[in-house]
């Protein structure tokens, strides 16, 4: 069996299909994967034995450290982005039997499976990435969000977005290679079959009329990294430490600041994550220490709360853990999302804009911080599962077979 995988993104877009490849070598597949061509993919691929094809500009260029680009930037970025597909696609599909695609922004994964006679499956891994009666479309960054008085009616505004967007084009494309034109670009892509790569307690699917959803569990892979030397005689130093981290994302400049601050005045000590944004500590300090990458599967159990972004892959680590979160997301993607389910689990406290006044994100503190929610969080932790890679390996397979 060969199997492509296909996304566009930042490590949070990557990293699960990384966790799907795995599983499926484990069952005799061959995989190949669509990718950034930023060097820590490269190398993360290189490790597994995994043939990365380079697809689009370095994701890292886009994130800058003023943002996102404009939303000028970000419609003239999709529209080459479709036309570099149809061009990297097809070769990349030769040979294979499946293409699983991981987001919205695979415009042309399912017309170059269908052009090649392979079969295609959609993945996204939260909920809210779905149309439902039951929650709004996530923000697209540089679109306007649309504005009506239910979520059905803001799916369909969505979808009207998102044909205006990419119908041209994508239909353009199509008919080079001999296939019909579609008339609802986003339901094209996710198909009335997707796959939700979450765990069903964290991010549970409701049903909603008009998708058959598979949920197979979250796509993760055990992180066993040892902790840096530094970091080890940090942790061992003193009581479990807030750690503060926003991933790729480039917070607000005060956020990380303002985070330790509430931190120090909740009496803990503090780990801030430097992540993409390159975050610093606002000054020395024997209970403050700045960390690079590490395992936040070895780390997170030391701590005394987590302060993200609202990051799928950082609420579910942080989430196994046990341990309670402070989420202040930025209006993008699924980070609202992921924000709203820790607040509603009452595991932790989620804050309702990215730049939180230093009083609102020391309430949020105390709250997350209650015995209260440590007791929520690590009841919660043993519900959690770790089988959602292995489990849609198998089913792949298993509909190929």
């Given at each position: ?24 070598q484990?069952?005799?597949a ?5 990718a ?33 680009p404009t ?17 990297v696609?097809?070769?990349a ?10 987001g ?66 994508l ?21 009335d079959?997707?796959w939700l790569?979450?765990d069903?307690v964290l991010?549970p699917?409701?049903?909603?009329p ?5 949920q197979?569990?979250?796509w ?12 080890m ?6 009581e ?25 005045a ?27 990458e ?13 302060v ?6 950082t ?6 853990a ?21 607040a ?9 804009e ?19 929610t ?21 089913l ?6």
């Amino acid at each position: 069996m060969r199997v492509l995988l296909s996304t566009y993104g930042t490590r949070g877009d990557v990293e699960p299909l990384v966790a799907l490849a795995v599983r499926l070598q484990a069952l005799g597949a061959e995989v190949r994967m669509c990718a950034p061509p930023d060097a820590e993919f490269a190398e993360r691929l290189a490790g597994i034995g995994v043939q990365l094809v380079p697809v689009g500009p370095p994701v890292r260029g886009l994130m800058r450290d003023t943002g996102l680009p404009t939303a000028a930037e970000l419609s003239r970025h999709r529209t080459e982005m479709v036309a570099t597909q149809f061009d990297v696609f097809p070769a990349a599909a030769a040979g294979c039997d499946v293409l699983v695609a991981a987001g919205l922004a695979q415009i042309a994964a399912r017309s170059v499976a269908e052009a090649a006679g392979i079969r295609y499956v959609y993945a996204c891994y939260s909920a809210v990435n779905l149309p439902s009666p039951h929650h709004a479309p996530p923000p697209r960054p540089g679109w306007p969000e649309p504005a009506a008085d239910d979520n059905l009616a803001l799916w369909e505004r969505d979808a009207h977005q998102v044909d205006a967007q990419f119908g041209e084009v994508l239909n353009h494309h199509r008919a080079a290679i001999g296939l019909p034109p579609v008339d609802n670009v986003r339901d094209h892509v996710y198909t009335d079959r997707p796959w939700l790569a979450a765990d069903p307690v964290l991010g549970p699917w409701r049903p909603a009329p008009g998708l058959d959803v598979v949920q197979t569990g979250a796509w993760t892979l055990p992180d066993e990294r040892p902790l840096p030397a530094d970091l080890m005689a940090f942790l061992d130093a003193g009581e479990p430490p807030v750690y503060v981290g926003f991933g790729s994302i480039s917070p607000s400049p005060d956020i990380a600041r303002r985070a330790v601050e509430a931190s120090l005045a909740q009496g803990y000590r503090v780990l801030v994550s430097r992540g993409w944004a390159d975050l610093a500590l606002p000054e020395v300090r024997d209970d403050c220490l700045a960390v690079g990458e590490v395992s936040h599967q070895r780390l997170f159990p030391r701590t005394a709360a987590v302060v993200h972004h609202g990051g799928a892959g950082t609420t579910l680590t942080a989430a196994r853990a046990g341990v309670p979160q402070v989420v202040v997301p930025l209006r993008l993607a699924d980070n609202p999302y992921w924000a709203r389910r820790v607040a509603d689990l009452e595991i932790g406290a989620a804050l309702d804009e990215p730049d939180p006044a230093a009083d609102t994100l020391r309430l949020a503190f105390k709250t997350a911080l209650a015995p209260e929610t440590r007791a929520r969080a690590g009841a919660l932790a043993a519900g959690l599962r770790t089988d959602g890679a292995e489990t849609a390996a198998n089913l792949l397979l298993a509909t190929l077979r």
